[in-house]
């Protein structure tokens, strides 16, 4: 969990993650349409991540926990076998605007080492072309396609990277005019 007032963290709380009900839960049908009923035992729903967190790891004495929290779509099987054959040609902010904070939070609650595997190899691999392109940048439209597929954590990196890139230009016609 970040900081309380950090937008990209309260985004992340919000993101929808599909969970699964241990246990009916009476008078809690209304997170799956149905007001007043109650919810019951297998019923599989989307919560926020703040709420399937917290549901998934607080426990009744002596019982299961209310309700299991599944896999997102994001990180599904499907998308894992995409990221491993090529992670540059997943369009990352399609699947989930802040991926990788996703990932973490999922990461600390299901521990998948090969999951965790194949996301950092993702993130080393994406990391390369990102700088590439902040310290390259071609044509202005190129670049803002290759800026949509991008989630939050790698915009912000490659904003760092191509500031520092553009710094390090005017120092050193700065020097060369020495």
Request: with cysteine; proline share 4%; glycine share 8%.
């Amino acid at each position: 969990m970040g900081s309380y007032y950090n937008i990209d963290a309260i985004l992340t709380d919000a993101q929808k993650v599909p969970c699964t009900f241990e246990l009916t839960v009476p008078g809690l049908g209304y997170l799956e349409g149905n007001v007043g009923a109650d919810i019951k035992q297998g019923t599989r729903v989307e919560l926020p991540l703040w709420l399937g967190e917290f549901l998934a790891v607080s426990q009744r004495l002596g019982t299961s926990t209310l309700c299991s929290l599944d896999v997102p779509g994001a990180l599904s099987p499907r998308v894992m076998n995409a990221l491993k054959a090529d992670p540059r040609s997943v369009d990352l902010r399609a699947l989930a605007p802040h991926f990788y904070r996703l990932s973490v939070r999922i990461l600390d609650l299901l521990e998948e080492e090969e999951m965790a595997g194949i996301l950092i190899d993702t993130f080393k691999k994406r990391a390369s072309e990102i700088a590439d392109h902040a310290h390259n940048l071609r044509a202005v439209g190129e670049g803002a396609d290759f800026l949509r597929g991008l989630d939050e954590s790698e915009r912000q990196l490659f904003r760092a990277a191509h500031e520092s890139a553009k710094a390090m230009r005017v120092w050193m016609s700065d020097m060369k005019k020495k």
